[in-house]
């Protein structure tokens, strides 16, 4: 299979939320020219008139639909969907060196290609067309997000405790990947560099892997902070927390993605703060691992910018962001017992405009004039979406990724009416259930 044709697209009669002025935008018609938002117009807001549909190869009725930008996960590992319930309701050290680090260490080329590819079938078809993804094999992962239609900025997980010869080794892999795969796909695939976290790599790979971000203009993507153990054993080790520990090796003279964050001191906020560091909230893993509750809407206060990611399959189970924007807006909620915390709106920011601004990805995240077209088509003729009296209410806190219909990426169609034109997703999945059929547990 493959992606429909770069062309020139209408969708006419929408409810789009652009998350431009004005937010939302009613009966509203999105013209697409050479992979972009040329505009977006509707009779209330706009003077001008959109063009005939007879300008246009594509014309899709967005009557009784919903659009959004495509949803941004800012931090995953897609080809542990392979691990999807393998070990679960385990502690996240016991479950890292006793379960999963030992498959992973079986894992070939070949499966991390179809696990991956599996993923996007469920990226896709819940609604994201972008993501921070972090794992090894990763020419193999490249494969599988240009095949899919998707964009990802990618990075080899390096692990290496204790220097010597396997850090010189991550860090000729992850040079590699940089110089092979940064900015291929026609663009949809970026490359970052990834010390997988400060007790996994020695200060040498910590280093390394700064000169290479800022050599190659990407970004640091690394686990910080993610459970109480983590920042007592840092204590214990450095006598610095996690984010001091970075911060003294340099980390934040990069962009710096980190995943988690769960548990600062007052000292780190002012750390990330001070160096624009971006952090990828993960609610349902550190809910299911019991890392902890993040702080996310003091971190916002704070001036930090904050995405939503799932993290990988085997540890939320799901690669749903619908399913995260929501959590991420309840936690908060809860922690606070503040009803207006992190609101519906502010919410689908963490996983649209603000998963932009953590990735370095200028262009994507809103549906306004000039971006990139990357747009997704929510079927509101469900029961759980009427009464409709404010669609991104509906969105955040009824909606389910079930009810994406349609799904474009650098204005390129690449699922119409829930069928993916990109790829063989039924092949992929076949691929990982027979994968599970010879590591099934004793």
Same mark, same amino acid.
């Given at each position: 299979m493959s992606a429909s044709p770069h062309q020139d697209l209408l969708i006419q009669g929408v409810t789009a939320i652009t998350l431009g002025d004005p937010v939302v935008r009613e009966d509203a018609t999105i013209v697409v020219r050479d992979g972009r938002i040329e505009a977006v117009h509707d009779a209330v807001h706009d003077t001008s008139e959109a063009p005939p549909a007879s300008e246009f190869a594509t014309v899709i009725d967005?009557?009784?639909?919903?659009?959004?930008?495509?949803?941004?996960?800012?931090?995953?590992?897609?080809?542990?969907?392979?691990?999807?319930?393998?070990? +679960?309701?385990?502690?996240?050290?016991?479950?890292?060196?006793?379960?999963?680090?030992?498959?992973?260490?079986?894992?070939?080329? +070949?499966d991390v290609y179809w696990g991956s590819l599996h993923a996007c079938a469920e990226?896709?078809?819940?609604?994201?067309?972008?993501?921070?993804?972090m794992y090894f094999h990763m020419d193999q992962v490249a494969r599988a997000v240009d095949e899919s239609g998707l964009r990802g900025v990618l990075a080899y997980g390096m692990i290496a405790p204790h220097g010597g010869q396997k850090a010189e080794d991550e860090i000729a892999l992850t040079r590699d990947f940089l110089s092979a795969y940064h900015d291929t796909a026609d663009g949809r695939v970026r490359a970052a560099v990834?010390?997988?976290?400060?007790?996994?790599?020695?200060?040498?790979?910590w280093e390394r892997a700064v000169e290479l971000a800022l050599e190659h203009g990407t970004l640091v993507h690394t686990h910080l902070a993610e459970t109480r153990a983590e920042v007592e054993s840092a204590r214990e080790n450095w006598g610095q927390t996690p984010v001091e520990r970075v911060a003294d090796l340099g980390a934040f003279e990069a962009p710096v993605l980190a995943a988690?964050?769960?548990?600062?001191?007052?000292?780190?906020? +002012?750390?990330?703060?001070?160096?624009?560091?971006?952090?990828?909230?993960?609610?349902?893993?550190?809910?299911k691992l019991a890392s902890g509750f993040a702080p996310v809407q003091a971190q916002l206060d704070r001036g930090i910018n904050v995405a939503v990611a799932t993290d990988g399959a085997s540890s939320n189970n799901n690669l749903d962001l619908l399913e995260e924007i929501r959590l991420a807006s309840y936690c908060q909620k809860a922690i606070l017992e503040d009803a207006t915390a992190l609101p519906a709106l502010e919410a689908l920011r963490l996983g649209t405009e603000r998963g932009a601004r953590a990735l370095k990805w200028d262009g994507i995240g809103t549906l306004t004039s000039g971006q990139t077209a990357d747009i997704v088509l929510w079927d509101m003729d469900r029961p759980h979406w009427t009464p409709n009296y404010d669609p991104i209410s509906n969105l955040v806190y009824s909606a389910q990724s079930a009810?994406?219909?349609?799904?474009?990426?650098?204005?390129?169609?690449?699922?119409? +009416?829930?069928?993916?034109?990109?790829?063989?997703?039924?092949?992929?999945?076949?691929?990982?259930?027979?994968?599970?059929?010879?590591?099934?547990?004793?």
């Amino acid at each position: 299979m493959s992606a429909s044709p770069h062309q020139d697209l209408l969708i006419q009669g929408v409810t789009a939320i652009t998350l431009g002025d004005p937010v939302v935008r009613e009966d509203a018609t999105i013209v697409v020219r050479d992979g972009r938002i040329e505009a977006v117009h509707d009779a209330v807001h706009d003077t001008s008139e959109a063009p005939p549909a007879s300008e246009f190869a594509t014309v899709i009725d967005g009557r009784g639909k919903l659009a959004t930008p495509g949803l941004i996960n800012a931090h995953t590992h897609l080809a542990m969907v392979l691990m999807r319930g393998y070990a +679960d309701d385990l502690p996240l050290m016991r479950w890292l060196e006793e379960e999963i680090w030992p498959l992973e260490a079986e894992l070939t080329a +070949d499966d991390v290609y179809w696990g991956s590819l599996h993923a996007c079938a469920e990226l896709i078809r819940s609604g994201t067309t972008c993501m921070a993804d972090m794992y090894f094999h990763m020419d193999q992962v490249a494969r599988a997000v240009d095949e899919s239609g998707l964009r990802g900025v990618l990075a080899y997980g390096m692990i290496a405790p204790h220097g010597g010869q396997k850090a010189e080794d991550e860090i000729a892999l992850t040079r590699d990947f940089l110089s092979a795969y940064h900015d291929t796909a026609d663009g949809r695939v970026r490359a970052a560099v990834a010390p997988h976290a400060p007790y996994t790599c020695d200060p040498t790979v910590w280093e390394r892997a700064v000169e290479l971000a800022l050599e190659h203009g990407t970004l640091v993507h690394t686990h910080l902070a993610e459970t109480r153990a983590e920042v007592e054993s840092a204590r214990e080790n450095w006598g610095q927390t996690p984010v001091e520990r970075v911060a003294d090796l340099g980390a934040f003279e990069a962009p710096v993605l980190a995943a988690h964050c769960v548990h600062l001191e007052d000292a780190d906020v +002012d750390i990330l703060a001070e160096h624009d560091a971006h952090i990828a909230h993960n609610p349902t893993s550190n809910l299911k691992l019991a890392s902890g509750f993040a702080p996310v809407q003091a971190q916002l206060d704070r001036g930090i910018n904050v995405a939503v990611a799932t993290d990988g399959a085997s540890s939320n189970n799901n690669l749903d962001l619908l399913e995260e924007i929501r959590l991420a807006s309840y936690c908060q909620k809860a922690i606070l017992e503040d009803a207006t915390a992190l609101p519906a709106l502010e919410a689908l920011r963490l996983g649209t405009e603000r998963g932009a601004r953590a990735l370095k990805w200028d262009g994507i995240g809103t549906l306004t004039s000039g971006q990139t077209a990357d747009i997704v088509l929510w079927d509101m003729d469900r029961p759980h979406w009427t009464p409709n009296y404010d669609p991104i209410s509906n969105l955040v806190y009824s909606a389910q990724s079930a009810d994406v219909a349609t799904v474009i990426v650098d204005g390129r169609v690449i699922m119409k +009416d829930r069928e993916i034109l990109t790829f063989d997703e039924t092949e992929a999945r076949a691929r990982v259930q027979a994968y599970q059929e010879t590591h099934r547990r004793r």
